[in-house]
C-alpha cells in the first residue's frame, strides 16, 4: 500500500507565495515522477509541474517562472513553491507519482487527497 499526503494549501492574496508538500509513504523501492495537478470547479485536472528522478523539470507555460517543484528523493518528498498567485492559480492541488514497491509492483498513477488554494484578488 503506498499513500501521498499533500499539505500547505490555505488562502493568499494575488502576488503572494505559498508552498506545497507531498509525502509518500509505504514500501517504496524508487519514485520515477512526482508531479502536482490542479483541478478548478468545473474544470479538467492539469498538470502543473513534474519532476523527475534524473532531476529535470516541465511546467505549462500558464506557471513556468512563477512555479518551482523539487524533489527530496530520499525522503521521498516534493514540494511545490508558488509565487507571483493569482487569482487563477485557485484550484484544489493533487499530488501525482510514478512509482514502483518494493515488492516490484510499478504504481503509475498515484495521487494524494489533494489540498485546497485560494487566491483572493
Known amino acids: 500500500q503506498v499513500q501521498l499526503v499533500e499539505s500547505g494549501g490555505g488562502l493568499v492574496q494575488a502576488g503572494g507565495s505559498l508552498r506545497l508538500s507531498c509525502a509518500a509513504s509505504?514500501?517504496?523501492?524508487?519514485?520515477?515522477?512526482m508531479a502536482w495537478y490542479r483541478q478548478a470547479p468545473g474544470k479538467q485536472r492539469e498538470l502543473v509541474a513534474t519532476a523527475f528522478s534524473g532531476g529535470s523539470t516541465n511546467y505549462p507555460d500558464s506557471v513556468k517562472g512563477r512555479f518551482t517543484i523539487s524533489r527530496d528523493n530520499a525522503k521521498n518528498t516534493a514540494s511545490l513553491q508558488m509565487n507571483s498567485l493569482k487569482p487563477e492559480d485557485t484550484a484544489v492541488y493533487y499530488c501525482?507519482?510514478?512509482?514502483?514497491?518494493?515488492?516490484?509492483?510499478?504504481?503509475?498513477?498515484?495521487w494524494g487527497q489533494g489540498t485546497p488554494v485560494t487566491v483572493s484578488a
Open positions: 509505504g514500501r517504496i523501492a524508487s519514485i520515477y515522477l
Open positions: 501525482n507519482a510514478d512509482l514502483t514497491t518494493t515488492a516490484g509492483l510499478r504504481y503509475p498513477v498515484v
